[in-house]
């Protein structure tokens, strides 16, 4: 397998299959049902013919990837737990005891945890190890990490799916495990949208209004210290980021790359997803929402990236659990597309488009 350097991957992504999407909606018009009736499904199903560049799509083996990694700003207590739940919770997605599980065995999905930066060794054979250092640095007093090791981070996401692509997987999720990640993803949001720290930063995982005050607090002076430039999307990542986010980074632009669709989860999945686009453009039309998040920011990340939601359902838990429910929709959709019948097949007269009538 040949692993792609982040670069290279940017350089391989291509538009997609305007004929086969072509294909795909003039077939949608044939089956027995009102024009457009099934709205966004039938949207999903066209796009997914442009990005596996197929007349026929079909849905393969699903995956979901979640990146898990510790952030050194914990060290500002700007988290109700410690850094030991990230390695706890990572290694209990081997044992079917974490939520993404339960939620992916519904949708027949694989869950592929990654110890991407987690603060301690995780020896569990369960869990993939790409780690690239012990947890990022403390941004609060510099930057979270170098530009070479968030460039090596997208690059572990980039290698994930091009290696399961490989083995037959065409549909992927994303997820994250990391506590404090909703601080540096609020740092990052902050300095990408040019929003106030205070619009874009909530409570995390159960924290007190005096404890936020102090994380809102703790977000500006990293920002200021870092002296982040917002025109460098890496410069973000690697100032104010964390390596959760940078393999989610490489997720995206990995499946734009190998012409395979991803899911968005939820607010860090999402500031990922934005950095990816501010990276690579040409990758926007292979990500696709899930749902959006409980946190603040969640419709202003979701706003930013042109994206509406399939689902509204005030969760804020990450690791993939809003993602993985696009795949329960995907389902639905194809189901629909390759198993209703056709409009000659019911008996009964063609719909034609007034629209424009």
Known sequence: MIKLTLEEAIKKIQPLDKEAMAYTHARWNTLGKPLYSLGRLEEMVT?????????????????????????????????????????????????????????????????????????????NPGVRNCKIKYGTDNMAKGPAMSREEAVRAIEVGIHMVE?????????????????????????????????????????????????????????????????VDA??????????????????????????????????????????????????????????????????????VLDALGKQPYILANMCLGEGTGAVMGFTIADYAFKAYWELPSFEQTNFGTYEDLSDK
């Not at 404090?180 to 040019?194: E, F």
């Open 231 to 300: 025109s460098d999307p890496l410069d973000v990542l690697s100032k104010v980021g964390g390596l959760d986010i940078a393999g989610l980074v490489g997720c995206f632009i990995g499946a734009a790359a190998c012409r395979v669709p991803a899911f968005i989860d939820g607010f860090i999945s999402s500031v990922a997803a934005l950095l990816a686009v501010r990276l690579a453009p040409q990758c926007d039309p292979y990500l696709f929402p899930s749902h959006c998040s409980n946190e603040p920011a969640g419709q202003m």
């Open 163 to 227: 290696e399961l692509v490989a083995k037959g997987y065409n549909l992927f999720a994303t997820g994250e495990m990391g506590i404090g990640n909703t601080t540096t993803s609020s740092a990052v949001c902050s300095v990408l949208l040019d929003q106030p720290v205070e619009k874009v930063t909530g409570k995390g995982a159960g924290l007190t209004n005096k404890d936020l005050e102090h994380k809102i607090a703790v977000i500006k002076e990293s920002i200021a210290l870092n002296q």
């Open 47 to 123: 796009q997914f013919a442009g990005i596996y560049g197929d007349k026929n799509p079909h849905l393969g083996k699903k995956a979901v990837i979640v990146m898990a990694a510790d952030n050194g700003v914990v060290a500002e207590g700007v988290t109700q737990t410690g850094q030991e739940v990230t390695k706890t919770v990572t290694e209990n997605m081997t044992k079917h005891n974490a939520t993404i599980c339960i939620m992916s065995a519904m949708s027949g999905a694989d869950v592929i945890p990654v110890d991407i930066g987690i603060a301690t060794d995780c020896d």
